[in-house]
T-cell receptor, first 114, second 111 residues
Framework: ETAVFQTPNYHVTQVGNEVSFNCKQTLGHDTMYWYKQDSKKLLKIMFS???????VNETVPRRFSPQSSDKAHLNLRIKSVEPEDSAVYLC?????????????FGPGTRLTVL | GEKVEQHESTLSVREGDSAVINCTYT??????FPWYKQEAGKSLHFVID?????DRKQSQRLTVLLDKKAKRFSLHITATQPEDSAIYFC??????????FGSGTKLTVEP
């Protein structure tokens, strides 16, 4: 099956803890993204990677750090979570950097910070 | 950066009627405008897109119109069905292949 996979589905943690989310795509795409969707369903780009290289970092707090081991994987680490980090984190991929191709989204990881 | 405004936060139509969702954008350099659908409890999936070299694109019951002068684009759904009920997001692509999304329109198709 070719798709975008995310783990975990849900994560509940306390303020100040560190969390990591994983994303893997088996579509053979070159570009991957992390988006944050808040409780009002607002979607905002966080990071974009092309072939393991960071391309876009959209004014994201320093406690967020993406990590890419190869073009099929893009993980997200949050060093010390805060209540406003509660959201759904969506990973996506697209075939090529330069083209206007559709993005394929994973199912999301719902983070709740207590 | 690009700002995309989605005008209708909710839209309710009767089955079989048409639905129209409108969006505006700010960056004249934006050249690609996709629409995504998010069903309850699910992730986003692509429905249709339009590039700036055309002003209309149709795919079955979906039509996208683009007015570059007004920096406005819209999604038209004809013969709506209950399974069209979802949140629809418009987006505009920036120079770095990043999508900036509107705030979403919750479409409800009533039987």
């Amino acid at each position: 099956e070719t798709a975008v996979f995310q783990t975990p589905n849900y994560h509940v943690t306390q303020v100040g803890n560190e969390v990591s989310f994983n994303c893997k795509q088996t579509l053979g795409h070159d570009t991957m993204y992390w988006y944050k969707q808040d409780s009002k369903k607002l979607l905002k780009i966080m990071f974009s990677y092309n072939n393991k290289q960071l391309i876009v970092n959209e004014t994201v707090p320093r406690r967020f750090s993406p990590q890419s081991s190869d073009k099929a994987h893009l993980n997200l680490r949050i060093k010390s979570v805060e209540p406003e980090d509660s959201a759904v984190y969506l990973c996506a991929s697209s075939p090529d950097w330069g083209g206007s191709y559709e993005q394929y989204f994973g199912p999301g990881t719902r983070l709740t910070v207590l | 950066g690009e700002k995309v405004e989605q005008h209708e936060s909710t839209l309710s139509v009767r089955e079989g009627d048409s639905a129209v969702i409108n969006c505006t954008y700010t960056d004249t350099a934006s050249s690609y405008f996709p629409w995504y659908k998010q069903e309850a409890g699910k992730s986003l999936h692509f429905v249709i897109d339009i590039r700036s070299n055309v002003d209309r694109k149709q795919s079955q019951r979906l039509t996208v119109l683009l007015d570059k002068k007004a920096k406005r684009f819209s999604l038209h759904i004809t013969a709506t069905q209950p399974e069209d009920s979802a949140i629809y997001f418009c987006a505009a692509r920036s120079n770095y292949n990043v999508l900036y999304f509107g705030s979403g329109t919750k479409l409800t198709v009533e039987p």
